[in-house]
Nanobody
Framework: QVQLVESGGGLVQAGGSLRLSCAAS????????MGWFRQAPGKEREFVAAIRRSGGGTRYADSVKGRFTISRDNAKNTVLLQMNSLKPEDTAVYYC?????????????????WGQGTQVTVSS
């Protein structure tokens, strides 16, 4: 049974930091690119960051570039999202997702598996 379980969300003041974690099980984690997406109330789910199977390449949305860092530990089947200099507009439910393709896609349709999400709220 495939599972992606996010954790680490919460309430933080603007300028603060959070680290999200996603624990994967039930599939060959090291064979999948991993991505983070987010969805704010009333908005569509949007791409945040993605990382290649080996961790050797990454891709970021312009809105988070320089503030967020995605990483993975294939030995622990875990992908992380370090979020620094958080802004109120970063408030959303954050989801991790797995994609078997090599290319780092930004479309939600490209991803095969999804977690349930973790809430991140940034107060001004």
């Amino acid at each position: 049974q495939v599972q992606l379980v996010e954790s680490g969300g919460g309430l933080v003041q603007a300028g603060g930091s959070l680290r999200l974690s996603c624990a994967a099980s039930g599939f060959a984690f090291s064979n999948y690119a991993m991505g983070w997406f987010r969805q704010a109330p009333g908005k569509e789910r949007e791409f945040v960051a993605a990382i290649r199977r080996s961790g050797g390449g990454t891709r970021y949305a312009d809105s988070v570039k320089g503030r967020f860092t995605i990483s993975r530990d294939n030995a622990k089947n875990t992908v992380l999202l370090q979020m620094n200099s958080l802004k109120p507009e970063d408030t959303a439910v954050y989801y991790c997702a797995a994609d078997q393709e090599y290319i780092l896609y930004i479309s939600t349709e490209a991803y095969d598996y999804w977690g349930q999400g973790t809430q991140v709220t940034v107060s001004s």
